[in-house]
Structure formats: structure tokens, C-alpha cells
């Protein structure tokens, strides 16, 4: 890699091209906010019309996560062979699509099988936009970049609830799916004209015309074009590619720990922003109520992620995390001896979303830095598609559970448990190279 490019990156103040480079990645994020919520926003209309049951309302919830781990596990990699941009691009053709033609859905099945098309383009943009924010940040701020590149899943939560309280009661819960559609459709030309291919991606892979894009990236930021492409780097014979590189004995352990985070914190975060808005209602709370509630949880959610994105400009990524997780924990407890208060439940509600919205902020950042830039998306894409498994998982187990008679409010307080043994999880990852010390510090 072209030292003059990559240490003006890493160690130069951040110009304009870098921040919109971000920035265009947090409005990508934004889908997936929308998109996991709008479900949740919803659920109660679908389900008083088709008359649901509880589990089949946790399949609903759960359709559209089952397609973003298959986009993150097997499309996602495909980022690191022909590049995170023209990924992007397919994948929000696909994502739009599919948003739309849940508007027209028929049955409770057609929307579940919809919405697992949909969330397939998402599962792949993710990687690739979380990537990219990465590359683009310089060394101290990449914490903060990555963290909030992911507040876009709570912008884009927020703005999707209160759209979808105005949306429901004009026109119903169809117009929500249609806006959501059209909203993905109009970012293709926003990512058409402004967001930038990965350096690393360029430098490491060199598809065609590959100097000619590096230099015009260089220009962009402000350094002198390259006469030639630097000398690759030197692989040994018979080294892992691909998925390989993944389960490599250097990256063994931080890989398979880094999958328990996901699974664990996804788990956990998935039940309390998809189920929250139901489960408040079921509680005695107004459906408005129980909307306000969700929304809450993401409002939070913007201010957490850019929360723990500061703290680990200055701590260790790893212990300002599991801080995170442990009051996430705890705030879980006092919502399920809060259910009786209005105020408290919303005030707890508006806590919990900034808490559980940085403990996943702070897994994205920690994910790309661990990772060399030919396996980069590969690896980030596998983290973020099992924590889309414990995100299927949780809101199915949610609908089973209160199936089977269990108090709505209870159920906080055992999922609680799930951020406390993550917590604990992190406390094995260890860096695997030199490279990764300055963010994976040990706690």
C-alpha cells in the first residue's frame, strides 16, 4: 500500500471529501434503522388485520433479519472482489424493491418472504458502508467515524417512528412500507455521485483502470498522484484467503469472539427495539404510548453511539464497551420494576436506547480494525450476519415466551442477562497483531 496515501489517512486532520465520505455512509445506515423498525412500528396494525398470533408476529419481526445475516454472511464478502461501491449500489436496488412491493403485500407470508428480500440488499450494504467509514477516518477519530456512521440506524429509527405514528393513522401501515421504498430508491444517486470506492479495496485488489482511480482519489484528498502502482504485498505460499484468513490461526480467537459479541449484543438489542413497542401496549400503555416508547429508544440511540465513539477517542474501545453493556444490563432490571410509571418507563426507555444502541456502535468499530483489507468486508460482514442470527432468533423466542403466559415486562429482565455475559465475552478478545493495538487495548 502507497505509505504517503495510507499515512495521510490514518494521521492527517480529516477534510471535507473524508466527512462526506461518512457522512454518505450514515444516510446508508439509515435504511437499516428504518427497516428493522418499521416492522416494529407496524406489527400491532398487521397483526389486528390478519389476526396474528404472537409467534407469528416474532416471524414477521424476525423475516426481515433472517435476510440482512444471509446479505451480511454471502454477499457482503463479495465487497472484497469487486469492490464495496458497486455492492452498495445492487444491494439498495434490491433493498428498495423489496420495500415496496411490501406495501402490496397480501398475507402474512408474502410480507415475510418480502421482507427478507429486503433485508437481503441491507445485510450487504452494511458491511460495506461500516468499511468504508472505517478507511476513510484518520487513526484517532476512526472509533468516532464507525460509531457515528452506526448512529444513522438510529436516525433513521427515529425518523421512521415518528413518520410512521403520522403515516398509520392517515393512510395506514401499507404507506409506511411505500415510503420506506421510495426513501431507498432516491439514495441510489446520492451513492452514484459522492461516495468514494475504498482506497484499500483499489490498492489491494487493483481491478481495471485501478491507478487511474487512485490518483483521482489522491487529488480528492489533497496528495500528489502516484506515477505507478506500489509493488504488491507478498503473500506466502499456501496462506489462507478469503473465509480462510478468518479462522487462520492468528485470528482465530478474535474472530470467534468478536461472533459471540454480535450474536450476544444483536440478541439482546433486537428484542428491546422490535418488541418494546408491542409490549408496552400489553403493559397498559396506549398504542401511542407504546410508539413513543420505541421512538425513545432510538433518540437515545443517536446520542449513545456518538457517546461511546467520544469515550474511545480517549479510553480503550474494549472497557468503554463492556461499561456500556453492564448498565445496559442494568437498566433492563429497573425497567421490568418501573412498568407501573408512565414517566419511568419512557425516561428508562430513552436511557436503554442510548446504552444498547452504543454497545452495538462500539462492535462496529471494533470489527473493521481487526481485519486486513483483503478480507476486510469478508470479516466485518460475517460479525454483523451472526448477530443477525441472535437477532432472528430473539424476537421469536419473545413471541414464544409471551405464548406461553410470561408477563411482557419480565421478559426485560431476562434479557438483561445477555449484555451481562457479553460483558464478560469481552474480556477474551485480545488483539491479534500490533496494528490493532491503539483501539483493541485489553480491559
Not at 426481515?64 to 463479495?78: D, K
Not at 461501491?85 to 402474512?108: D, E, N, T
Not at 460509531?147 to 421512521?160: H, M, V
Not at 480494525?369 to 460482514?381: E, H, L, N, Q
Amino acid at each position: 500500500m502507497n505509505n504517503a496515501l495510507k499515512q495521510h489517512l490514518d494521521n492527517d486532520s480529516m477534510g471535507r471529501f473524508q466527512c462526506l465520505a461518512i457522512g454518505i455512509c450514515i444516510v446508508l445506515n439509515m435504511i437499516d434503522g428504518f427497516d428493522v423498525l418499521v416492522m416494529a412500528f407496524t406489527a400491532a396494525s398487521v397483526s389486528a388485520e390478519w389476526g396474528l398470533s404472537g409467534a407469528q408476529v416474532g416471524l414477521l419481526l424476525s423475516a426481515g433479519l433472517f435476510g440482512m445475516a444471509a446479505g451480511s454472511l454471502f454477499i457482503a464478502p463479495w465487497a472484497d472482489r469487486f469492490g464495496r461501491r458497486p455492492l452498495i449500489l445492487v444491494c439498495l436496488v434490491v433493498s428498495g424493491v423489496g420495500m415496496l412491493l411490501c406495501a402490496f403485500s397480501q398475507s402474512a407470508l408474502q410480507l415475510a418472504l418480502l421482507r427478507g428480500l429486503t433485508g437481503l440488499g441491507i445485510g450487504g450494504i452494511l458491511a460495506s458502508s461500516n468499511v468504508i467509514a472505517s478507511e476513510y477516518a484518520s487513526k484517532r477519530w476512526r472509533g468516532l467515524a464507525v460509531s457515528l456512521q452506526s448512529t444513522g440506524y438510529a436516525l433513521g429509527a427515529t425518523l421512521g417512528g415518528l413518520l410512521a405514528v403520522w403515516l398509520l393513522g392517515h393512510w395506514g401501515w401499507r404507506s409506511v412500507f411505500l415510503f420506506g421504498g421510495i426513501v431507498t430508491v432516491l439514495v441510489i444517486p446520492l451513492v452514484l455521485l459522492w461516495l468514494p470506492e475504498s482506497l484499500d479495496f483499489l490498492l489491494m485488489r487493483r481491478p481495471p483502470n485501478a491507478l487511474a482511480r487512485i490518483n483521482r482519489l489522491a487529488v480528492k484528498l489533497g496528495q500528489p498522484a502516484l506515477q505507478q502502482l506500489p509493488a504488491p504485498a507478498l503473500q506466502e505460499a499456501g496462506a489462507a484467503t478469503g473465509f480462510g484468513q478468518l479462522l487462520a490461526p492468528a485470528m482465530r480467537r478474535t474472530t470467534l469472539v468478536i461472533w459471540l459479541l454480535f450474536f450476544l449484543v444483536m440478541f439482546g438489542f433486537y428484542f428491546v427495539m422490535s418488541w418494546t413497542p408491542k409490549l408496552l401496549v400489553a403493559a397498559g400503555l396506549s398504542a401511542q404510548q407504546g410508539i413513543t416508547g420505541g421512538v425513545l429508544l432510538s433518540v437515545g440511540g443517536i446520542l449513545g453511539a456518538a457517546l461511546i465513539g467520544g469515550l474511545s477517542s480517549r479510553w480503550p474501545l474494549s472497557r468503554v464497551l463492556s461499561l456500556f453493556m453492564l448498565i445496559t444490563a442494568g437498566l433492563l432490571v429497573l425497567f421490568v420494576v418501573s412498568g407501573s410509571s408512565v414517566s419511568g418507563v419512557l425516561a428508562l426507555g430513552l436511557l436503554i436506547g442510548l446504552f444498547s444502541n452504543g454497545c452495538v456502535a462500539g462492535l462496529y468499530a471494533l470489527s473493521p480494525v481487526v481485519y486486513d483489507a483483503s478480507v476486510r468486508a469478508t470479516g466485518v460482514g460475517w460479525g454483523i450476519g451472526i448477530g443477525r442470527i441472535g437477532a432472528i432468533l430473539s424476537p421469536t423466542v419473545a413471541g414464544v415466551l409471551l405464548d406461553d403466559g410470561w408477563q411482557p415486562l419480565h421478559l426485560y429482565g431476562v434479557f438483561a442477562s445477555v449484555f451481562v455475559i457479553a460483558a464478560g465475552c469481552l474480556l477474551l478478545l485480545k488483539p491479534a497483531s500490533s496494528s490493532v493495538r491503539p483501539v483493541l487495548a485489553n480491559p
